[in-house]
Each structure stands twice: as C-alpha cells, then as structure tokens.
C-alpha cells in the first residue's frame, strides 16, 4: 500500500467513483463492471511490473472506486458508459482532479438521472475555466469551490450528499492489473 497516499482519513488519488447501495456486490464484480479483468489482490506490498493499481473501500453506504495517477479507469474509453449503466440502479458520485493543473469535475446522479455536472478545464495552467455547469448545485457546493485545493473541493461535495471519508491502509483492498481495459 506504499503506492498511495492517506491524510485525514483521505486517500490522496486523482479520480474516484462512488456507488451508493452496491454491497451486494464483490469487488471483482465490481471491477468486472468496470471492464478490469484478472484483477490481483496486492497482498503485504507485493506489488508487480507492467500493472496499474486500482483501490477500493467503503463506508456504510457507499463503495469508494479510487484510480492511481496513471488515470487508466478515467481515460477509457467506456467509463462514461459504464457509469451512466451503474447510474440506472446506483446513485453515484464521481469526481477527478488533475495532477499538475487545476482541472476538476465531478458529477452526481440519482434515481437514474444526470443531477449535477461541473468542469473545470486547466489545459494552460492558468488556474481553469469553468466549461460545463449543469443542473442544481448540490448542498455545501458553494462553500466547498471556495476551497483553494481542487480535490479537497471535490471531496468536500461528496461529503454534503453523505460519503464519508476514514480511509485507513487496513480498510482499502489495492487490485493490480494489466493495463487492458475492455
């Protein structure tokens, strides 16, 4: 588990999918879902070449979803997909930050539907731009954009719908796998 990062009981990762009400589920499903096949539990730090890591934990209501810095659940292709199929059963939040510029998103639904969607674009490492600010704002989403850390904003908004944050080394499961999503 020496490959990520824990402060305040927060693991420190640039994207995160949260899935309320999935425990009904394994893990491995659950990766299934996400297209991540033959994926290996990392057990006492044995970590392997040529493999990305995913983590997973949970609180007692939602699955928390964390991709390393090498993005390979955000950039596929059909994540977007996949999420938008988990939404029509599971209220889910998701959210990203970059890792050296200011860009941030996140995106809320439930009952099957699109809520909220907002992105913060940074490709000239200005500070970003907002590009996309759909449906109602979410509760405490004004007080947590004043927040000078991209992914403590996000975060923040994940608190207000009820995640709750106690990310211990002991809790998170980390999947190592090949980087071949389907």
Same mark, same amino acid.
């Given at each position: @588990? ?40 990392? !057990? ?13 934990? *949970?609180? #007692?209501?939602?699955?928390?979803? @964390? ?35 200011? #860009? ?9 539907? &699109? ?14 731009? &907002?590009?996309? *600010?759909?449906? !109602?704002?979410? @509760? ?10 991209? &992914? ?28 071949? &999503?389907?």
């Amino acid at each position: @588990m020496e490959r990520i990062q824990i402060n305040n009981g927060v693991v420190f990762l640039p994207f995160y999918v949260f899935i309320k009400g999935v425990d009904k589920l394994t893990d491995i499903e659950i990766l299934d879902f996400f297209g991540i096949q033959n994926a290996q539990i990392v !057990t006492n730090g044995n970590t392997k070449n040529k493999t990305t890591s995913i983590f997973i934990t *949970d609180d #007692s209501n939602w699955i928390h979803i @964390m991709d390393f810095w090498d993005y390979c659940l955000y950039h596929n292709e059909n994540e977007n997909k996949r999420i938008i199929k988990l939404a029509e059963k599971f209220d889910i939040y998701t959210c990203a930050v970059g890792d050296s510029d200011h #860009s941030f998103d996140f995106r809320y639904f439930k009952n099957g539907q &699109l809520l909220r969607e907002y992105i913060v674009e940074d490709p000239e490492y200005k500070g970003g731009q &907002l590009t996309k *600010d759909y449906g !109602t704002k979410l @509760m405490n989403e004004d007080n947590a954009l004043l927040l000078e850390d991209e &992914l403590e904003k996000v975060l923040e908004i994940a608190k207000g719908i009820g995640i709750k944050f106690a990310h211990t080394k002991e809790k998170i499961r980390h999947y190592q796998y090949v980087n071949e &999503l389907i």
